[in-house]
C-alpha cells in the first residue's frame, strides 16, 4: 500500500485554514485504521488526528476543535482539515494506515507511511 499525502507546501498565515490528502493506491482505507501525524524541527513525531475502521475519530488535545479528520471512502482518501491555524502547527505531516484498523497515538503501531507534506504558518 502506498499513501500519498498531499496539500501542504507554501506558507499560510496564522487563522487560515488548509486540508491535506491522504490517498491511497490500494487496500481500501475504509478496512484500516489512518491516523494524521506531524513532526516538528527538533522534535518527536506525534499524533494528530485519527480515524478508525468503523469511523470514530480521535484527535489530539491541541487540535481539538480546530482539525476534523475525515474519510471519502469511494476515493479512496481521508482527509484532515485544519482550521484556524496557528504558528505551532508548523510541521511536516504525514498519514499513515494501521491494518488493525484501530487508531493508536504510537507511531510504531502503523504499517504504512505517506512522504510528508509540510505545512508552515506564519504569524
Known amino acids: 500500500v502506498q499513501l500519498q499525502a498531499s496539500g501542504g507546501g507554501g506558507s499560510v498565515q496564522a487563522g487560515v485554514s488548509l486540508r491535506l490528502s491522504c490517498a491511497a493506491s490500494e487496500r481500501t482505507l475504509s478496512s484500516n485504521a489512518v491516523g494524521w501525524f506531524r513532526q516538528a524541527p527538533g522534535k518527536e513525531r506525534e499524533f494528530v488526528a485519527g480515524?478508525?475502521?468503523?469511523?470514530?475519530?480521535y484527535y489530539a488535545d491541541s487540535v481539538e476543535g480546530r482539525f476534523t479528520i475525515s474519510r471519502n471512502n469511494a476515493k479512496n482518501t481521508v482527509y484532515l482539515q485544519m482550521n484556524r491555524l496557528k504558528p505551532d502547527d508548523t510541521a511536516v505531516y504525514y498519514c499513515?494506515?494501521?491494518?488493525?484498523?484501530?487508531?493508536?497515538?504510537?507511531?510504531?503501531?502503523?504499517?504504512?507511511w505517506g512522504q510528508g507534506t509540510l505545512v508552515t504558518v506564519s504569524s
Open positions: 499513515a494506515a494501521a491494518l488493525s484498523g484501530r487508531v493508536v497515538v504510537t507511531p510504531r503501531e502503523y504499517d504504512y
Open positions: 480515524i478508525n475502521k468503523w469511523g470514530m475519530t
